[in-house]
């Protein structure tokens, strides 16, 4: 009798215990801190990223002015200005870019990117130009969700 009851023991333990040592998914979720909602991510990051790399290589200012919040950007209006320019002074541009961190302060969220960016002016048969730099975006979350609300240095997108 006494080698069933341990037998029945071990199994109520093996039981109690599957929900998180036989479920590693189950067992990484717990061990996550959660995020909460609206919290700045790498997705939100990357999502901006993405949209900034292709406004850029499609000659789309507007598509990649609508990462930012042109608004709550100091000096946004020359920013905007810059960019237009940017765009129309070269007939193809590459964007390459590893997000390196994301960290959240308060109200704002920081994103460090290592960024690289090919760019040939019109009828230029020679090497692209080559820019390689780490730049830092400002997030920040407002109506229509996170935007940018700073990038330096700007001067890179000149």
Known sequence: MCIFRSFVLAIIAVLLLQPVSGNPALAFQQSQPKDGPGAFTDQIATRLLDQIKEGLEGHMAKKMLDSFDISRMTG??????????????YETVRIHFNLLETSTSGAEAIALVDMEMEENPPGDVSAPVHKHTQ???????????????????RSFFT
């Open 76 to 89: 946004g209006p020359v920013f905007k200005e810059q960019i237009v320019a940017f765009v129309s002074q």
């Open 135 to 153: 730049l830092r975006f400002v997030a920040q979350n407002g109506a229509k969700g996170w935007k940018f609300t700073d990038v330096q240095p």
